[in-house]
């Protein structure tokens, strides 16, 4: 009995919460009928203040650079090593090298299988990562594991590395992967908008090329893996940093004792084909018959990692799409309703990068989403940014930084980038004051820099008959096909445009 009514009790006391929840609290004002911007980012001010701590770096006798981050709060540790040769590397006929190269390390060693070394990943409750994207030179491998099995995966890791055999058995499957994986990349409207956008700012530069090509693959042997290998993952050319649960002198007596070895030889800096001069403005449609909706890309050449101007872009980018409190998404999705998203997005390496602003949306309204990224664009040239909108971007872009440092791995990350770019020192310690002192007038300046409208690019992937109407508008139109052929050449053997 007494337990039945401490049970009515509790349900008396829960009806009445909820009722009391359903009330009007305040004033009796209707919810608002979309998203309002408050230009308010909650932030605290103890969390902007940025302090990251310093790796320790030592140099083996072989010319390797180690880091070392010591953060005692969990027991693990990352050990990241960054190749300084990458996709920009590969040789003009076969586009995919270093990829392929990065994909193919663990498939086996003179003293491992590939199943060995998967079992022993398992084993350790490790983990094994080797990638170089398109449009890097960078080559990036990373373990992690226990501290305790630090040792241990070390080893691993660097017969993995210094020992890749890339046995032809296990080179046939992964062809046979790549193809299937090549075959479903050319079917996604994302990724033909961003390649079709790289031939177009990028010309005959290496970064201009964003995937392999079939007859690459055919083409691969162990030995041309053999050869990329043997070139370019050297010590001299290498990166090694440790963080997290370990000491300095440990990480430098594991380097010493499985990376020492390494033998070292020159590594003939790379040279690269000139980037070629702005294009005037011009339209790119990439027909894909029957499509509903239309992928959208519009920029243009900006800055290397290392320009000066590199922060005030990042933050007027922030200002136009770097987010769902950006302009970009305010106007095409919550205004006018185009599209479930808008964004823009700043990319810089050792060679310029670029400024992008992006979005999908149905056919019908291709016109009326250009007219808007344009408006945005000459907004942001045109009009000196409002102070409180500003203000939200700086918190914004300083908090995002901070929130992001939430491991060892991603703080050594940061001074990864800080070392292979060439950056200051202090470039983190002063972060958030560089970001902070960026005005109204430098944004703006900045803004009529790289915001060349004169020479955008704009790529379109879509129905063809559907869009070539809207595209017109915006500049002299070229077609190509999803294979990346034209569909129509002049006489004189140019790429026809349609006005």
Not at 3 to 20: E, G, H, W
Not at 41 to 48: G, M, N
Not at 244 to 258: E, F, N, R, S
Not at 483 to 496: H, L, R
Request: proline share 6%; charged share 20%.
């Amino acid at each position: 009995m007494q337990r039945k009514s401490i049970l009515f009790i509790l349900i008396t006391l829960l009806s009445a919460a909820l009722l009391s929840a359903q009330q009007p609290q305040g004033d009796d004002k209707p919810l608002p009928g979309k998203v309002q911007r408050l230009n308010r980012v909650p932030v605290s001010h103890e969390i902007l203040k940025v302090k990251l701590p310093h790796p320790k770096e030592v140099t083996l006798p072989n010319g390797l650079t180690v880091l070392v981050l010591e953060q005692h709060k969990l027991p693990t540790v990352s050990c990241v090593l960054w190749i300084k040769s990458g996709a920009l590397s590969d040789p003009a006929d076969l586009p995919g090298l270093a990829s392929f190269t990065a994909d193919m390390l663990r498939e086996g060693t003179a003293k491992r299988s590939s199943a060995q070394i998967a079992s022993e990943l398992d084993d350790l409750g490790a983990t094994f990562t080797a990638d170089a994207g398109f449009g890097s030179n960078l080559t990036t491998i990373q373990a992690s594991g226990l501290s305790e099995s630090v040792d241990k995966f070390l080893d691993l890791m660097s017969d993995i590395v210094l020992n890749a055999g890339f046995p032809s058995t296990e080179l046939d499957r992964f062809k046979r992967t790549e193809k299937a994986r090549l075959l479903q990349l050319r079917s996604n409207p994302g990724f033909l908008a961003r390649e079709r956008f790289s031939r177009a700012i990028y010309g005959g530069f290496p970064a201009s090329i964003q995937a392999t090509t079939n007859d690459a693959i055919q083409k691969v042997t162990p030995e041309s893996l053999r050869g990329f290998h043997d070139k370019y993952y050297l010590p001299g050319n290498a990166i090694l940093a440790f963080a997290g649960d370990i000491t300095v002198p440990q990480a430098t007596a594991l380097a010493t004792k499985y990376f020492g070895p390494w033998k070292n030889s020159g590594v003939a800096a790379i040279t690269m084909a000139e980037l070629p001069p702005p294009s005037a403005a011009h339209v790119y449609v990439v027909d894909r018959p029957g499509s509903v909706q239309s992928n959208i890309l519009a920029g243009g050449l900006t800055v290397r990692r290392s320009d000066p101007d590199y922060l005030a872009l990042s933050l007027a980018n922030r200002i136009l799409g770097g987010g769902s409190a950006a302009r970009l998404f305010a106007n095409l999705r919550e205004d006018k309703g185009y599209t479930y998203g808008a964004y823009s997005r700043v990319s810089s390496d050792i060679y310029p990068g670029t400024l992008i602003a992006n979005t999908e949306v149905r056919n019908a309204v291709t016109d009326g989403s250009l007219h808007e990224l344009m408006y945005e664009f000459r907004r942001l040239r045109d009009e000196k940014v409002p102070s409180a909108e500003l203000e939200e971007a700086k918190r914004s872009i300083i908090s995002r930084f901070a929130l992001s440092l939430q491991s060892p791995s991603e703080i050594m990350n940061a001074w990864l980038t800080v070392k292979y770019y060439g950056l200051p020192a202090d470039y983190w310690d002063r972060y958030a004051d560089e970001v902070a002192k960026i005005d109204a007038d430098t944004i703006q300046r900045t803004a009529k820099k790289y915001i060349d409208l004169d020479h955008l690019q704009i790529v379109i992937v879509g129905d063809g008959k559907e869009v070539r109407e809207a595209a017109s508008k915006y500049g002299a139109v070229s077609v190509f096909d999803a294979e990346g052929k034209p569909m129509e050449v002049n006489p004189a053997g140019a790429v026809s445009g349609t006005k």
